[in-house]
């Protein structure tokens, strides 16, 4: 596609509920992030992948969180039995290469989640 | 680690006036340093990288940055301002070719163009 895509736009979720965000990456694209980007922050590293590779999950802030890319192309961020805490603007991007941070990330729109 | 600092938390200018948006950065060896815009709804776009080489970078929209090693500081300037340019600014380091691939973002500078 033209750019990075991520689907839902928005998610509510009841406290103690799972819930999946899918991002679709620029086609061809080697690498992978997921962000989380609290209201009034900016965007925080969770994970990284390169092709279907998980390089570095250092981010992801509890074993709640878990993301997967098994074709190297889409990938899932899943949030086990949400809490109010989880609720942000979860962001994905895609850089062309497996390189270092030189590599542009080009950003998706985001899903908005909200645990009431 | 990394960090990034953006002393401003919102600033408003008047369109056609001049602009600068300040970013201090932590690290230990040569960064990667990066400018992105994100409006409302939007994702971020990159406005502008600096790797090496020339300390004054050009980006799109009329924007530039200057590297400052000796000041660690990484920021941001437009010329005249445009009511479009209304929307909130990162500043972001990386870790350069080796080591996490991953940015730190500073916690943004949300600009407000008067008319």
């Known amino acids: 596609g033209a750019g990075v895509s991520q689907s839902p736009r928005y998610k509510v979720a009841k406290r103690g509920q799972d819930v999946a965000l899918r991002c679709d990456p620029i086609s061809g694209h080697v690498s992978l992030f997921w962000y989380q980007q609290a209201l009034g922050q900016g965007p925080e590293f969770l994970t990284y992948?390169?092709?279907?590779?998980?390089?570095?999950k250092s981010g992801l802030p509890s074993d709640r969180f878990f993301a997967e890319r098994p074709e190297g192309s889409v990938s899932t961020l899943k949030i086990q039995r949400t809490q109010q805490e989880d609720s942000a603007v979860y962001l994905c991007?895609?850089?062309?290469?497996?390189?270092?941070?030189?590599?542009?990330?080009?950003f998706g729109p985001g899903t908005r989640l909200t645990v009431l | 680690a990394q960090s990034v600092t953006q002393p401003d938390i919102h600033i408003t200018v008047s369109e056609g006036a001049s602009l600068e948006l300040r970013c201090n950065y932590s690290?230990?060896?040569?960064?990667?340093l990066f400018w992105y815009v994100q409006s409302p709804g939007q994702g971020l776009q990159l406005l502008l990288k600096y790797f090496s080489g020339d300390t004054l970078v050009q980006g799109i929209k009329g924007f530039e940055a200057e590297f400052k090693r000796s000041q660690s500081s990484f920021n941001l300037r437009k010329p005249s301002v445009h009511w479009s340019d209304a929307a909130e600014y990162f500043c972001?380091?990386?870790?350069?070719?080796?080591?996490?691939?991953?940015?730190?973002f500073g916690s943004g500078t949300r600009l407000q163009v008067q008319p």
């Open positions: 690290y230990g060896a040569t960064p990667y």
């Open positions: 992948f390169q092709n279907e590779a998980q390089l570095d």
């Open positions: 991007a895609s850089s062309q290469y497996g390189t270092g941070s030189a590599d542009t990330q080009y």
């Open positions: 972001a380091v990386g870790a350069g070719d080796t080591g996490r691939r991953a940015l730190t």
